[in-house]
């Protein structure tokens, strides 16, 4: 795992050096705790990813204009076209357009092209600057960008709610948090987890929110698992991107009638 985060972010390795020399003896689960502790530890949530935006910790747009970027998951096209394709099959499917509430929205590269198969479309996320900047960049879509926090805050209802690639950044009691509400409020959940390649991986290994997601850990997000124990009506695997020795899956659920 530590060579596959030096794979992907060769830019981390005098940091990694140092951590790995302080966590000698621990596991790995407290190797990655203890690195996210390093980075945010004492911050908020809000706090957290704000700083990971300020930092770039995600990457950089290569437009000076965009100042947040939302990392790769949000713009290689190996990864967006293929779930795009999917969510408009989905969308085209229903009887009427939908209103969606979209949970971790980010810099909207993905919601944007989605927009048009939507009804009332509200763009949620927790770093407000993004939000605010969201607002200004796509005020031509007429979509509803509120700072929102998805563990604490009301969430607002509608037909559908995405929640791509953002639970896999949550420690499990903030996942927790949301879902009460996410199943009262929407009748299709449609979640992207970044998941381990191999089958027989252990679940929802808990992990302190923040920038890296289970797979370092050999884990990811179920949310049919323990602590979580979805019982969704119905469970269709959308899709799922090979991405290296990982994947990325798109599972919709349908919470009620």
Known sequence: MINHLLQT??????VIEQLAA?????????FYGYYEWVHYGGLSTQEAFTKIYDENHWGKSDDPAQPFYSGLGSHAP???????????????SLEKKP?????????????????????????????????????EKFKSLNVDFRALDLSND????????????????????EILASLDQICSKYKYL????????????TPNQDKPSGRYNRVALDSGVILT?????????QEKVLSEIEDGNTII?????QLSE
């Open 9 to 14: 972010h060769p830019e981390l390795a005098p």
């Open 22 to 30: 302080s966590a000698q003896g621990k596991t790995k689960e407290q």
């Open 78 to 92: 190996t990864v967006v076209d293929t779930y795009i394709e999917t969510i408009q099959a989905f969308l085209s």
């Open 99 to 135: 209103t969606v509430v979209d949970l971790g929205c980010g810099d909207f590269y993905v919601g944007a092209q989605l927009r048009d198969l939507c009804d009332d479309y509200i763009a949620c996320d927790i770093v407000e600057p993004l939000i605010e900047f969201n607002k």
């Open 154 to 173: 009301e969430l607002p209802a509608a037909d559908v709610v995405f929640v791509r690639q953002v639970f896999q950044h949550l420690s499990n009691k």
């Open 190 to 201: 449609i979640l992207t987890e970044h998941l381990p390649g191999q089958e027989g991986f």
């Open 225 to 233: 698992e323990p602590p979580f124990n979805l019982k969704p009506l």
């Open 249 to 253: 899956r798109t599972t919709l659920y």
